[in-house]
């Protein structure tokens, strides 16, 4: 009866070098992997953040900086919501009365001043990204309407003092937009976005952004208001403000 012949001692030789060298490539790979991680996530977290803010972070990993922060965009606006707002005021003074009530539209835009801290850090699969505090970035003004002007029979409406309302307008629409919560609305869709350009492929974490931060628009109303003695125009005299 025919037997099959015993294997070769060459034959199991190159099974174990077949399997060597697999084994060896897999370690290889394996190393170049790890060794090129800080590289390929730098490169991940770059083209995340120009295709979302159009700018570039500082980058560390395990608290070596590999990427400094470049300021190619100055500004990013992420949300725009369009906002009205009236003030009324009434002055009387030796039973004259005048007012003046206005209504003014604005598209307020919330996002970051991307020439502030904007790091990620890199962690294995972990990044954690500190991004700026909030701000509204720009108020502009859409419509303005004077719903009232009357004069008093003796007691006039003077230009400043109209001038000084209209100038008061942003810098309401500025406050409101703050309470509505357009500044955090600004940080959740900034944040869903790099979310949905990362994938599943690394665990995002967001560090706090701290406090909304104030914009020079609000600063220079309120100096302009001063400048034109708007706080003082009325007195001695009866005056109310209604916003």
């Known amino acids: 009866m025919p037997t099959n012949p015993p ?4 034959s199991w030789k190159t099974v174990l070098l077949i399997a060597f060298l697999a084994l060896l490539g897999v370690g290889a790979w394996v190393y170049y992997r790890i060794e090129t991680w800080p590289q390929r996530t730098t490169r991940d977290v770059l083209r ?13 990993y395990h608290d070596r900086v590999v990427f400094e922060q470049t300021k190619d965009a100055l500004e990013l606006a992420v949300v725009t919501r369009e906002t009205a707002v009236e003030r009324d005021m009434e002055h009387e003074w030796l039973g004259s009365k005048k007012r003046i009530r206005l209504r003014g539209t604005y598209n307020v835009k919330a996002g970051f001043d991307l020439r502030e801290h904007l790091v990620v850090r890199i962690d294995g699969h972990r990044l954690r990204i500190e991004l700026p505090p909030p701000r509204i970035l720009s108020i502009d003004p ?6 009232v002007f009357e004069n008093g029979l003796w007691n006039r409406i003077q230009p400043a003092e109209l001038e000084a309302e209209l100038r008061a307008l942003p810098a309401l629409a500025r406050k409101k937009a703050v309470q509505a919560g357009l500044p955090d609305e600004a940080v959740e869709t900034f944040r869903k976005r790099l979310r949905d ?3 599943a492929q690394y665990e995002i974490e967001f560090a706090d952004t701290g406090e909304a931060g104030v914009d020079s628009a609000l600063v220079v109303t309120i100096w302009a208001l001063a400048g034109s003695g708007f706080f003082g125009v009325f007195n001695p005299c009866a005056c109310v403000v209604h916003e």
């Open 7 to 10: 294997p070769s001692r060459s």
């Open 142 to 147: 859409q419509d303005t309407e004077v719903l």
């Open 197 to 199: 350009q990362f994938g």
């Open 48 to 60: 995340a953040f120009r295709e979302v803010a159009g700018a570039a972070p500082k980058i560390t």
